[in-house]
């Protein structure tokens, strides 16, 4: 029988590292699908190993948690140091919010919160740099971020976009290690779950209402996914493009 090529375990993988049980990769998750990929979920916090190479992989996304790149557990330490492997074998890598700042922390530079306590819950400005601007030419003017702390440059990153409270709000490491802190995996489900059961972060100082979150969505939401869009297609393409991953056996999820 000849296999049917659209089977999952026939497609490129791609590693998604989560950080909570209930967690889903959202809309990143829903792009990578469409466009051939299938989804290797793990969540080192809960026992799930890393692979020693990503050999069999096309990238690897680390998302979001409640956690801090600077906590002490045993997991936030080997997964920040684990990234050497994507950086080493220069896989395309995306780290969103702790994703972005455990990248900060393995190449040497500080995450910390803001001096007067100010956090980004809510939908804050965005500006692109020059360089932003040549990856891609269109950015969203407001993205959505829930996020108390914050990171250094690293040295050898290249700065693509920032924002007031917290400067650097998407880096790019060599040639395919992106990091970003703001969250254009967002689904409208992950929003009603998020702003539920963290209402409380939400009376933090710089915080927005529950309400601007959502109005903050219908106004701005197009041009976040849009930018995800063409984001997407630079950094990993289409699983029918993708030549750098080889099949093998995988853990799949439907994302929200």
């Not at 030419?137 to 976009?161: C, I, N, S, T």
């Not at 290690?177 to 779950?193: N, S």
Request: hydrophobic share 40%; glycine share 10%.
């Amino acid at each position: 029988m000849i296999p049917d090529p659209k089977e999952p375990a026939e497609r490129p993988k791609v590693l998604v590292v989560l950080h909570q049980e209930t967690s889903t990769p959202g809309r990143v998750g829903q792009e990578l699908l469409r466009r051939g990929f299938a989804l290797d979920i793990r969540r080192p916090r809960f026992g799930d190993l890393l692979p020693e190479t990503l050999a069999g992989h096309a990238g690897v996304v680390v998302f979001g948690g409640p956690m801090s790149a600077n906590d002490t557990d045993a997991f936030i330490a080997r997964e920040t140091d684990w990234l050497d492997v994507p950086l080493r074998e220069e896989k395309p890598f995306l780290g969103i919010c702790l994703g972005a700042q455990m990248l900060a922390r393995n190449l040497g530079a500080r995450v910390y919160g803001h001096d007067d306590g100010l956090v980004e819950i809510g939908y804050y400005d965005l500006e692109a740099t020059e360089a932003g601007r040549q990856l891609l030419p269109k950015w969203p003017g407001k993205v959505y971020q829930w996020h108390r702390e914050g990171f250094d440059l690293p040295a050898g990153a290249e700065l693509l976009a920032t924002g007031d409270t917290y400067p650097n709000q998407a880096i790019r490491v060599g040639p395919c290690a992106y990091g970003i802190q703001f969250h254009p995996e967002l689904t409208y489900q992950m929003m009603v779950r998020w702003t539920t059961r963290g209402a409380p972060r939400m009376a933090l100082p710089g915080a927005r209402n529950r309400r601007d979150h959502f109005a903050g969505r219908f106004a701005f939401d197009p041009a976040v996914k849009a930018w995800l869009d063409a984001f997407l297609d630079r950094w990993i393409g289409r699983a029918d493009t993708c030549t750098s991953a080889q099949s093998a056996p995988q853990m799949t999820q439907a994302a929200e």
